[in-house]
T-cell receptor, first 113, second 115 residues
Framework: GDSVTQMEGPVTLSEEAFLTINCTYT??????LFWYVQYPGEGLQLLLK?????DKGSNKGFEATYRKETTSFHLEKGSVQVSDSAVYFC????????????FGKGTKLSVKP | DVKVTQSSRYLVKRTGEKVFLECVQD?????MFWYRQDPGLGLRLIYF???????EKGDIPEGYSVSREKKERFSLILESASTNQTSMYLC??????????????FGPGTRLTVL
């Protein structure tokens, strides 16, 4: 079945450091890919998404490119801030799944001043 | 803005009690979902509904049931709460039609503790 694998955390970075969180997927169809973020004490919110190969999703300085050849959707940010401290979830939704999301296990990011 | 609300942020119940978790969305979304979130396991789908009075089992439906009598409201029911149901419960909603690309919007979560 479909699955998402993302790098284990926690990840600790200094402010202004470069961030990469790896995400790879397995899907039988042609999925859409998402990154969700969960700030402390809150629910999940969509950070960015991409619905076809080579699409780049971007928001709040974060970017991820849908790479079909490597089945990857890695999250990157050039300069992290303390306010980016959160848990990040990679997810996919496959056609025919009625919009159901399959999540990775989440990566906790802590950014130190 | 889409708003998904959940009836409680924190809930403490005793083993064997019947527990109701309520979720309401205000964007006329067709699809609604219940997940539980546990450390190291990510989010796991319990049940979902794509229309009023319709429900489908997710990955971990055992010990849970759901009710969707109105489009905006989706209830999760623990018939007889057990300690292994202590978790964070998240509700989400989405529109339909475009299939895989639809964004799910999440509520703030209910942290349930079963003693």
């Amino acid at each position: 079945g479909d699955s998402v694998t993302q790098m284990e955390g926690p990840v600790t970075l200094s402010e202004e450091a470069f961030l990469t969180i790896n995400c790879t997927y397995t899907a039988t169809g042609y999925p859409s890919l998402f990154w969700y973020v969960q700030y402390p004490g809150e629910g999940l919110q969509l950070l960015l998404k991409a619905t076809k190969a080579d699409d780049k999703g971007s928001n709040k300085g974060f970017e991820a490119t849908y790479r079909k050849e490597t089945t990857s959707f890695h999250l990157e940010k050039g300069s992290v801030q303390v306010s980016d401290s959160a848990v990040y979830f990679c997810a996919l939704s496959d056609w025919g799944s009625q919009g159901n999301l399959i999540f990775g296990k989440g990566t906790k990011l802590s950014v130190k001043p | 803005d889409v708003k998904v609300t959940q009836s409680s942020r924190y809930l403490v119940k005793r083993t064997g009690e019947k527990v109701f978790l309520e979720c309401v969305q205000d964007m006329d979304h067709e699809n609604m979902f219940w997940y539980r979130q546990d450390p190291g396991l990510g989010l796991r789908l319990i049940y979902f509904s794509y229309d009023v009075k319709m429900k489908e089992k997710g990955d971990i439906p055992e010990g849970y049931s759901v009710s969707r009598e109105k489009k905006e409201r989706f209830s999760l029911i623990l018939e007889s709460a057990s300690t292994n149901q202590t978790s964070m419960y998240l509700c989400a909603s989405s529109t339909t039609g475009a299939g895989a690309g639809n964004t799910q919007y999440f509520g703030p979560g209910t942290r349930l503790t079963v003693l």
